[in-house]
């Protein structure tokens, strides 16, 4: 029996709750330790479930706790079907899924299917000889003439995406770490055993999935080259811009067409089961809108796409949101997004977009309510809705490897990788030991305790906007349709049925007027913002924001 149906549950199955819910992304390292081993595991999560129940959020994404030598931090996998001993036991993911869904929220679990750690045994097999059972399980292929690699491609953690076996005498694909070799999903086996990883997770009662790197699933079968991309074109958000990978157009080793049907058997055996979903992440700079709409089309494929338009360095305008959103409309008519302002990849937003800002707690709420006014799925990355910026680090307290690889122009994923903050003490509250990265100082002002006893703390108001949200189902299912404002404003429909929502927000540190429709309209409340009304028009204070029901 599937999980969300089991004694004790208050979830009832819902095939369409993924469209316009708010999943809230735990990076389990960093977010409860209960062992005493300074690393958060599966049983931390379980005790703070109360807490992500309280914001309001419809699901969890919990990022890779599979076994792993953790060179990528468990994003290199070694055993699909266990859990790492760092974060417990199968039991303990067990009694995670029968908490969260007592509370009212549903469990998607990160699913690494490009890539295995080096230290899989199918890996171990595979380049034992060019002639065991699982030889072809990987991207193997001989050097050129020379001893070089087969082709150009690159790693996006620097330099060549082949590594030499001097077993095999061959090369093989890793777009990642040398230690993550590519799996060759051409090969029917390869399919059929990562989907069976699928079935044994669906079968222990998940309710989705967040699929890692979904457009790496395939290569170019002839290995060929990719061209250079013009410097005009090149864009760092999937890769930072100290590293060549931006110098390519990345035709060749991902983006294949073979993968579409690939994830329509992926979709096939999800809808064996009542009520689940799954969320691609799509790393790609410059197709990146175009391919979510390929992969969220006709509705046998993914149930919506995770881009990167909103990860980008530069903080967003009135136009440029606008432009997203139109621009997936166009490229996805019948597909859905889901957007993030901030994961476990990126320079948290309150840092990355903070340029300028004076009133950094506004800010904060403005920028939260903006993205779960947007047509879309919202994905929250924990510590965002206390307003956590990027923490600083020393060299010497680096974990990333990517970080270790580029710094100091580009200093990783540490900073936005550091403990959960619950409570004002040195250690936040995460651990007893000595946290796996450091916590920041800088953090502990804004522990959940504190911010639990300020009603006008940004944690509340995270809360308080989920709430309203929920109130009205335009929000979470409705069109959106953008009218003509002058910049700093912007200002758009959501529509629902008989529900016609009008959302403005002033995102600057001025006041702005908004012109008003002529039609009637109701001023709503509950949401945490306060406007002026007058001679039909709004006046919103800096980063403010206006929400009124139309007709």
């Not at 004790?8 to 819910?21: M, V």
């Not at 199968?90 to 295995?116: K, N, P, Q, W």
């Not at 077993?167 to 777009?175: E, I």
Request: hydrophobic letters at 40%.
């Amino acid at each position: 029996m599937h999980m969300t149906e089991t004694t004790g549950s208050i979830l009832q199955p819902d095939k369409d709750w993924w469209r316009g819910a708010v999943i809230y992304q735990i990076y389990p390292r960093s977010y409860q330790d209960t062992n005493g081993d300074g690393i958060g595991d599966l049983k931390g999560i379980t005790a703070r479930l109360a807490h992500i129940a309280a914001l309001g959020v419809d699901a969890i994404w919990i990022s890779p706790f599979f076994t792993s030598p953790m060179k990528d931090f468990g994003y290199d996998v070694s055993d699909y079907r266990d859990v790492d001993p760092i974060f417990g036991k199968l039991e303990d993911f067990d009694e995670l899924i029968t908490e969260a869904h007592r509370l009212g929220v549903r469990v998607m679990i990160d699913l690494v299917l490009s890539h295995t750690s080096d230290q899989h045994p199918w890996f171990v097999e595979s380049r034992s000889s060019r002639s065991n059972g699982k030889a072809d399980w990987y991207v193997w292929a001989d050097s050129k003439p020379d001893g070089s690699p087969p082709n150009n491609w690159l790693s996006i953690f620097g330099g060549s995406a082949w590594a030499w076996d001097p077993t095999r005498l061959q090369y093989y694909l890793h777009n990642f770490l040398t230690s993550q070799p590519d799996l060759n999903l051409h090969n029917p086996q390869v399919q059929e055993a990562l989907l069976a990883v699928e079935r044994f997770w669906l079968e222990r009662g998940v309710d989705g999935f967040r699929l890692d790197t979904i457009n790496f699933y395939f290569h170019d079968k002839q290995l060929r080259d990719n061209p250079a991309l013009a410097p005009e074109r090149r864009n760092a958000s999937t890769a930072p811009a100290v590293n060549p990978y931006n110098y390519q157009e990345h035709l060749y080793d991902k983006n294949q067409p073979e993968n579409l049907e690939f994830l329509r058997r992926f979709r096939a055996a999800m809808d064996e089961f009542p009520a689940i979903a799954a969320v691609g992440e799509v790393g790609d700079s410059q197709r990146g809108l175009e391919i979510a709409g390929e992969y969220t089309s006709d509705g046998d494929k993914m149930h919506m796409c995770y881009a990167f338009e909103f990860l980008a360095p530069e903080a967003p305008t009135p136009e440029r949101v606008a432009e997203v959103l139109s621009d997936f409309q166009k490229a996805a008519p019948e597909g859905w997004a889901c957007w993030a302002f901030s994961n476990h990849d990126v320079v948290r937003h309150a840092s990355r977009w903070a340029d300028g800002v004076s009133d950094y707690g506004a800010h904060a709420k403005l920028l939260a309510s903006l993205l779960m006014s947007l047509r879309g799925s919202v994905c929250l990355y924990q510590g965002e809705e206390l307003g956590l910026t990027e923490a600083e680090l020393a060299y010497e307290d680096l974990r990333d490897p990517y970080g270790i690889q580029f710094w100091p122009d580009f200093k990783g994923r540490d900073g936005c990788r550091t403990p959960m903050v619950w409570e004002s003490m040195s250690d936040g509250g995460f651990s007893d030991a000595k946290p796996w990265l450091p916590v920041s100082e800088a953090h502990l002002a804004h522990a959940v305790a504190i911010q639990e006893a300020d009603p006008a703390s940004i944690m509340q108001h995270y809360r308080r906007f989920l709430r309203f949200r929920k109130a009205y189902p335009a929000f979470a299912k409705g069109e959106i349709e953008f009218f003509e404002t002058r910049a700093p404003l912007l200002g758009f429909l959501r529509t629902y049925g008989n529900e016609k929502l009008l959302c403005v927000f002033n995102m600057s540190e001025g006041r702005a007027t908004a012109e008003l429709p002529s039609e009637r309209l109701e001023p709503l409340e509950g949401h945490g913002f306060v406007s002026e009304i007058r001679d039909n028009k709004v006046n919103l204070p800096a980063w403010g924001a206006f929400f009124a029901r139309l007709g």
